[in-house]
């Protein structure tokens, strides 16, 4: 994770994402950056006002990524068919931007593999704007500048 210039704030209008050096393009919409420590509890005999936490692995929440198909859809399926059918972990670079893109936080995520692409619902007689998710699983985020 890298932290940008005190004066820039969190408020972004998008984000960059890079896996394997493939530039997907940027998104609208990220959810599921997140982790979270399995807690094992454990009651003691004799001692009945009182439960062991113990803490256990850590479990990082998948990450989706959306946003209004455009020019940049092609970067996914070309990302996709670079796999050749083999899917291997990688690295992936979640930079969010402001409205001058300028970086303003960065997430490097190690491990990564693509879970789901989900294209949009096409049908002519909805208005609604066609978008595309991309699910990412990862093993957790890396420290340091990208």
């Known amino acids: ?4 210039e005190p004066a820039d704030t969190a408020v972004s209008v998008y984000f960059e994402v890079r896996v394997d050096g493939h530039e997907l393009g940027a998104f609208t919409a990220c959810d599921g950056l997140g982790c979270e420590v399995v807690i094992e ?3 003691e005999g004799g001692l009945n006002s ?5 803490p256990g692995r850590i479990k990082y929440t ?8 455009n020019a940049d859809t092609v970067k ?3 990302w996709l068919s670079s796999m050749n059918g083999t899917v291997r972990r990688t690295q992936a670079q979640i930079i969010v931007k402001n409205h001058d893109a300028k970086p303003v936080f960065s997430w490097t995520l190690s491990g ?4 789901r692409w989900t294209g949009p619902s096409l049908a002519v007689d909805s208005a609604k704007v066609a978008t595309e998710t991309l699910e990412l699983a990862h093993h957790g985020f890396l420290d340091g500048t990208s």
């Open 112 to 115: 990564v593999v693509p879970v």
């Open 41 to 43: 509890q454990r009651e």
């Open 50 to 54: 009182f439960v062991h936490q113990l």
């Open 1 to 4: 994770m890298s932290i940008a």
């Open 62 to 69: 998948n990450v989706k990524l959306t946003r209004p198909v």
């Open 76 to 78: 996914i399926a070309r």
